[in-house]
C-alpha cells in the first residue's frame, strides 16, 4: 500500500523513536484505519490560540460548528475532544495561564482524515509518564485525576503522536461514520 506524504513522515517519526518522538499506542480493539493515499487536501487553516479559557472556548465552538458542516457532527465533536483537551493542557502545564503566551494549532482536512497540530513553546512533558499515569501494565485503565484527557485522545485519534519533548502534538482522525465505521469522503466543492 502507497501511503501518504504524511503518513510516510509520521511512520518515519515512530521508525526513528528517540527521546524527543513518541507515538502513543492505539488501543487493541480499534479497528485499524488506512488512509487513501490518493487523498487531496481540501481545507488548510491555522490559528494562534491565547492561553485563556474564554478564548479557547470561543475557538473551539466556532471550530466545531464549521467541522460539523463539513463532516459531520460525530467525527467534529471526537475532533474537537482532542484539540480542545490538547489546548488545556497547553493553557495549564506550557503556558501557566498567561493569556500573552499561545499555542499554534494547524488543521488539515484531507478527503479522508483529519490533522491536527498543536504546538507549544513551554516546557513540554514526557508522554511516557502520561501515558503510565492511566493505564496499568495489561492495557486496561485505571481511575486517576490526571492523564485521562490523554487517555481519551488516543481513544479518539487513529495516530497520536507527540515530539519535541512533548511540545508538540499530532492527530491523524479518520474520516469514518461513528455508527458503521464506513469511510466518509470530503469533497473541495463542500469547503466552498
Known amino acids: 500500500m502507497v501511503e501518504t506524504p504524511l503518513e510516510a513522515r509520521l511512520e518515519s517519526a515512530q521508525d526513528d523513536f528517540d527521546d524527543s518522538i513518541y507515538a ?3 488501543p487493541k480493539d480499534k479497528p485499524p484505519y488506512h488512509f487513501d493515499p490518493r487523498s487531496k487536501i481540501v481545507e488548510w487553516r491555522k490559528f494562534d490560540i491565547p492561553a485563556s479559557k474564554e478564548k ?10 464549521h467541522l460539523e458542516h463539513l463532516v459531520g457532527e460525530g467525527i467534529a465533536s471526537g475532533a474537537t475532544m482532542v484539540l480542545n483537551e490538547a ?8 503556558h501557566k ?3 500573552a503566551k499561545k499555542a499554534r494549532v494547524y ?3 484531507f478527503e479522508d482524515h483529519l490533522y491536527l497540530s498543536i504546538q507549544t513553546r513551554g516546557p513540554g512533558f514526557d508522554p511516557r509518564k502520561v501515558r503510565t499515569s492511566g493505564f496499568n501494565d495489561d492495557g486496561s485503565v485505571y481511575k486517576t485525576p490526571r492523564g485521562r484527557g ?3 485522545m488516543v481513544g479518539i485519534s487513529d495516530r497520536l503522536l507527540a515530539r519535541n519533548k512533548g511540545r508538540e502534538l499530532y492527530a491523524l482522525i479518520g474520516l469514518r461514520d461513528p455508527h458503521t465505521n464506513e469511510a466518509i469522503r470530503v469533497s473541495p466543492e463542500r469547503v466552498n
Request: glycine share 0%; aromatic share 16%.
Open 24 to 26: 502513543f499506542p492505539v
Open 56 to 65: 479557547r472556548e470561543r475557538f473551539i465552538t466556532r471550530y466545531e460548528r
Open 87 to 94: 489546548l488545556m493542557n497547553a493553557e495549564e502545564h506550557a
Open 97 to 99: 495561564y498567561d493569556p
Open 107 to 109: 488543521s488539515m482536512l
Open 150 to 152: 490523554y487517555i481519551m
